[in-house]
């Protein structure tokens, strides 16, 4: 079982930068594959971004490819989510997401409690 934390969420203003970080406890950190979601208002959940257990493949969410960068330190168990030229909507609640089994969008079994996003106009 791993349990994951999320930070580095706030305010910006469109065109500005945040990163995401998530931090994982256990030993095992390098076996999931990582991801990140985001749900904004009264919107369904949607996939962002996914890392491979090495770090050698990513995936992304086409409204976010160019924008967003997905990596991992696997040593410091830490998945992050650079998140470059934001938009009014990117404004969402972000989670990560580990699963020792999926590739990509999921399913994911273990979830974090999310971190606040806002892209101001």
């Known amino acids: 079982q791993v349990q994951l934390v999320e930070s580095g969420g706030g305010l910006v203003q469109a065109g500005g930068s945040l990163r995401l970080s998530c931090a994982a406890s256990?030993?095992?950190?390098?076996?999931?594959?990582l991801g990140w979601f985001r749900q904004a208002p009264g919107k369904e959940r949607e996939f962002v971004a996914a890392?491979?257990?090495?770090?050698?493949?990513?995936y992304y969410a086409d409204s976010v490819k160019g924008r967003f960068t997905i990596s991992r330190d696997n040593p410091k168990n830490t998945v992050y989510l650079q998140m470059n030229s934001l938009k009014p909507e990117d404004t969402a609640d972000y989670y990560c997401?580990?699963?020792?089994?999926?590739?990509?969008?999921?399913?994911?079994?273990?979830w974090g409690q999310g971190t606040q996003v806002t892209v101001s106009s």
């Open positions: 890392i491979s257990r090495d770090g050698g493949a990513t």
């Open positions: 256990g030993r095992t950190f390098n076996l999931y594959t």
């Open positions: 997401a580990a699963d020792p089994r999926v590739i990509g969008r999921g399913p994911y079994k273990y």
